[in-house]
Nanobody, 115 residues
């Protein structure tokens, strides 16, 4: 069973930065794609950013130019660098790994941006 463990969440002021990490218990190179999702209170979960095994990235319009997803295959870790954070970025951020027809999820990490 693959495990994904997120870290790096916390409380930050508007305009600040955070870097989230997602450590996998197995090689992330075997995943077709990995991504970060978020869910704010009362809202549905949304894709924030994703990266394929070939390094192709995709971002939600709301975070383009502010967030950067990257992967370190040697460390089996995916990162989400978040800059210029806004209060509307407040949510639980979860890591996802897609392996064939299967989806694996981490437990989530809270990001709170104060105004």
């Amino acid at each position: 069973q693959v495990q994904l463990v997120e870290s790096g969440g916390g409380l930050v002021q508007s305009g600040g930065s955070l870097r989230l990490s997602c450590a996998a218990s197995s090689s992330i190179f075997s995943f077709n794609a990995m991504g970060w999702y978020r869910q704010a209170p009362g809202k549905s979960r949304e894709l924030v950013a994703s990266i394929t095994s070939g390094g192709v990235t995709n971002y939600a319009d709301s975070v383009k130019g502010r967030f950067t997803i990257s992967r370190d295959n040697g460390k089996n870790t995916v990162y989400l660098q978040m800059n210029s954070l806004k209060p509307e970025d407040t949510a639980v951020y979860s890591c996802n790994g897609r392996w064939g027809p299967f989806d694996f999820w981490g437990q989530g990490t809270q990001v709170t941006v104060s105004s």
